[in-house]
């Protein structure tokens, strides 16, 4: 049965968060709240909990999963770019976007795209998060918590509770989430490319000349 963890949003408790770093640590699965809706996520590499959040989203083995990183300079170490694709990002993190970028060699070919040399990062603009990443000093590999059939992520830790308590690890309660996953911006061709339109403002990325 899953931990529960009432969290505040805006000043985390240290205990809940080095508890919850622990359980990450240890191969768990944890339910989390972002600046978009809540989400899924294990430590990096942790192959057999990826297999888990996979069955768990009934999604396939190709399904992509996205590195959420504590800033800019974490970012660097699994993508390489140019200066202004660099100010495009401290622009517009932290946020809710994901963006694809090309990986580098240091990423493990189960994180990156089947076909294409690609990850998908993000850096949230929520505090229980940010602590996280602190405390557990690495990426969180994440997914939308998005359940099969649905067509919107879950936003209430309670209805997390009753659905998923014991498919994963633990929840932390950091109050409802939006409805709307990220807004997916591809940066890896000539022009940004929206794959996905989500909290984010598109805006910005689309028909940029």
Partial sequence: MAQFFQVHPQNPQ????????????????????????YALGCAIGNKDAMDRIRSIRRVEDDHNFTLVCRDLSEVSLYTRVDNEIYRLLKRFTPGPYTFILPATRGVPRRL?????????????????????????????MSSTLILPGAELPMNDAQE??????????????????????????????????????????????????
């Fill in 14 to 37: 240290g205990r809940l968060i080095r508890q919850s770093v622990t359980i990450l640590r240890q191969g768990g699965i944890i339910a989390y709240p972002t600046d978009s809706s």
């Fill in 112 to 140: 990156q795209h089947p076909r294409r040399r690609t990850i998908g990062l993000r850096i949230p603009d929520f505090p229980i998060v940010t602590e996280l990443l602190a405390k557990l000093d690495e990426p969180l």
């Fill in 160 to 209: 997390i509770r009753e659905t998923l308590e014991h498919a994963i690890d633990m929840i932390i309660d950091g109050g409802p989430c939006d409805l709307e996953p990220t807004t997916v911006v591809d940066l890896t061709g000539g022009l940004p490319e929206v794959l996905r339109r989500g909290k984010g403002d598109p805006a910005p990325f689309e028909g940029r000349a």
